[in-house]
């Protein structure tokens, strides 16, 4: 009995990239890895990075904002930065904020811890 060879299908281009991090309390750890999303040699204009803070009582938050707020330095231009919240704290939720907001090709959690 011969069989028919299997072919893997054929895969589209990835035109942009979400990359969500849910934080909460985060402050410490935050400013690295968006220092390690920076230093991705994926083209940064292909690249959407959204922030949720989940009601953080330390400068997480801030520390979101001035990331967006930079997005126009040469070191980092991605294709778009936004600050989301999470109210409810609970990470599903903020899980879930990024999948209302992403319009990525693909999507990537990162922790931030």
């Known amino acids: 009995m011969a069989t028919t060879p299997v072919r893997p299908p054929a895969t589209a281009p990835i035109n942009l990239v979400s990359v969500g991090i849910v934080a909460y309390n985060e ?5 690295h890895v968006l220092d ?7 083209p940064h204009d292909r690249i959407e990075v959204l922030l949720v803070d989940s009601r953080s009582t330390d400068a ?5 904002e001035s990331f967006a707020r930079n997005n126009d330095l040469p ?7 936004q ?5 409810r704290r609970i990470l599903p ?4 904020e990024l999948l209302r907001h992403f319009h990525g090709d693909v999507i990537i959690r ?3 811890h």
Do not use: I, W
Request: hydrophobic share 40%; with cysteine; proline share 3%.
């Open 27 to 31: 402050e410490g750890y935050l400013e």
């Open 60 to 64: 997480t938050k801030a520390v979101m």
């Open 93 to 96: 939720c903020g899980c879930n």
């Open 75 to 81: 070191t980092h231009r991605f294709a778009c930065v």
């Open 83 to 87: 600050v989301l919240s999470n109210p």
């Open 110 to 112: 990162v922790d931030a």
């Open 36 to 42: 390690d999303l920076v230093a991705q040699r994926f």
